[in-house]
């Protein structure tokens, strides 16, 4: 009788020890997968796992039938977890958040297939970060069932755990103090997502009430007092390429053959070294280059610039893209769009505009701006060159084994190659471009200006294992400029011109004058081939320690 007397004693004893390593266990797995989940920023997980806290606290009074724990606790973690594994991915790729103007922005301007052609892309990374979340929840599903399910005793009431009345009061004070902080509460899993499409919806309905501002920008460019060029004829082509990092174009020293078209034509062109896109992702990329801002704060319409100086505008592209189509095509007098396909599985090929570009040429207005928005090397780069084009480099030249050295991963590598050989397709179409222009008759005196600008860069594995667009790197904002006049003799004063640094947010001020349009108030300080031009760096959301690189 006194052994089991004994032997009960040291149960009642071990008992609530048991439950205390259990209940702590449980809290300690689910906050190091929360602060833990590759990607995810330390101090956002932090607070997440600060939040988390109350639900534990309340398994720990054990006021919830044992039946019922693992489903509540259930209830309370999944929602954290696809949380903090959506804001993990999201942070490694592209350092944004959900509720960012850059995934809202590219969210609202998406197309369910385009959804399905972005995971076919990444399928690699989305399936092992899948794999990872559904292994984490087994693993807490498994704990859980341990610790939570088992029959009550007749000491399991009440507070357990091991955990005294201010140990348990300790978790609810820290989250009701983090969430009278507005931030913090908007981030709290159950009130974040419920109202996460409404701003997506919202989102989605200021692009398409844009095309309602168009006629706002044309009647502030007439007030604004601009003037165009008043004898000579003006044909002026702006080339805005997508996805191209300068890095990787043999024009500006890149190992792979990837512009041997535009490189028979070195000797004419301004070739600027050091061109920076202000934006990672094209809308707030082409908002910056053709809605600049100027010095004093006010902005202008580039294009409602041009229309209010006089020039005839064709918008010709390979796009559908409704936020592009609205905000800026919208303002041209013709627009042509050849891609009928929306996302990244558009097989439209540039070098089909080419036609539509020569009937944009034979209009007879003498002062005529056409825009040719490319799709150029936009991912899936496999789609922008045509199927038995020889491919650009191989598995054994120098660019693959510099990348083999630097760790990147096989699949990265192989986008690598892809890419590069979208922009061997690429330069033939640039190049068809410039000497449809060049071929352009002048029976009267004719000025002729050809400007290619890319929207923003494309890290391929250049400053990490990534494919895509990057907002974190430097490769994400790094692009060509090239310029051609037909007036343009080269001085030796040109190679100093092509090391200046340019941003593409002063577009603007560069082409205007080149157009012979005058702007009251413009300011040459911007202008990249002035005199008076002063370089200053963007704001970028990444560190650029030399913009001369």
């Known amino acids: 009788m006194a052994m089991e007397m004994s032997a009960a004693a040291a149960m009642a004893v071990e008992r ?12 300690g797995s689910v906050l190091v997968l929360l602060l833990g989940l590759p990607g995810q920023p330390l101090l956002g997980a932090a607070k997440m796992a600060v939040l988390f806290l109350p639900g534990w606290w309340l398994l720990s009074l054990r006021i919830i039938r044992p039946a019922l ?3 509540a606790f259930l209830l309370w973690t999944v929602p954290f977890v696809v949380d903090a594994a959506v804001r993990g991915f999201l942070h490694f790729s592209y350092g944004a958040a959900p509720d960012s103007s850059l995934v809202l922005t590219s969210l609202a301007n998406t197309h369910g297939d385009e959804a399905l052609q972005y995971l076919e892309q990444h399928v690699v990374p989305v399936a092992l970060a899948s794999l990872l979340v559904l292994a984490a929840l087994t693993v807490l599903d498994r704990i859980a069932r341990e610790v939570l399910a088992r029959d009550p005793g007749p000491d399991d009431r009440g507070l357990s755990w091991g955990l005294s009345w201010p140990q348990a009061l300790l978790p609810v004070l820290l989250a009701l103090g983090a969430t009278a902080s507005g931030p913090w509460r908007d981030m709290h899993p159950l009130a974040f997502w419920p109202q996460w499409p409404a701003q997506l919806a919202g989102t989605r309905a200021a692009l398409r009430d844009a095309a309602l501002e168009h006629q706002g920008w044309i009647d502030r460019a007439t007030r604004s007092g601009v003037a165009g060029p008043a004898t000579q004829r003006h044909v002026a082509m702006l080339v805005i390429t997508e996805s191209i990092n300068r890095d990787n174009l043999g024009l500006y020293g890149y190992a792979r053959a990837t512009t041997p078209a535009l490189e028979r034509h070195r000797h004419e062109l301004l070739v600027m070294r050091h061109a920076w896109s202000v934006a990672a992702s094209t809308v707030p990329a082409l908002d910056a280059m053709l809605r600049p801002t100027a010095a004093d704060g006010s902005r202008q319409d580039l294009l409602a610039l041009a229309r209010a100086a006089g020039y005839r505008i064709h918008w010709i592209s390979n796009h559908d893209d409704l936020a592009i189509r609205t905000r800026h095509g919208g303002l041209a007098d013709e627009q042509v769009y050849i891609n009928r396909v929306p996302g990244r599985s558009a097989r439209t090929l540039d070098g089909e505009l080419l036609p539509q ?65 979208a922009l061997r397709y690429h330069d033939g179409v640039l190049a068809a471009l410039l000497k449809q222009l060049q071929a352009v008759p002048g029976d009267e005196p004719t000025h002729k200006l050809w400007l290619a600008v890319s929207d923003h860069g494309q890290d391929v594995g250049h400053d990490r294992n990534h494919a895509g667009h990057s907002p974190m790197t430097p490769a994400g904002y790094r692009i060509p400029l090239l310029l051609w006049q037909s007036d343009h003799v080269p001085t030796p004063d ?53 913009y001369l690189d």
């Not at 009937?359 to 490319?374: F, N, W, Y």
């Open 69 to 71: 724990r693992r489903p």
């Open 16 to 27: 609530p020890r048991r439950a205390a390593r259990a209940g702590w266990l449980l809290l």
């Open 494 to 546: 040109a190679q100093a011109l092509e090391q200046r640094p340019v941003r593409a947010d002063w577009l603007a001020d560069l082409l205007l004058p080149r157009l012979g349009i005058t702007l009251p108030g413009a300011d040459s300080a911007r202008d990249a081939l002035s005199d008076d031009y002063r370089w200053q760096p963007p704001v970028l959301p990444i560190a650029v320690a030399n």
């Open 357 to 421: 570009v020569d009937r944009a040429l034979a209009d007879p207005a003498p002062l005529k701006l056409i825009v040719v928005h490319l799709l150029g090397a936009h991912p899936h780069y496999r789609y922008r060159y045509p199927e038995g084009q020889p491919e650009t480099g191989s598995a054994d030249d120098a660019v693959s084994a510099a990348m083999v050295a630097q760790g990147r991963w096989p699949w990265i590598r192989r986008f690598r190659t892809e890419y590069d050989t």
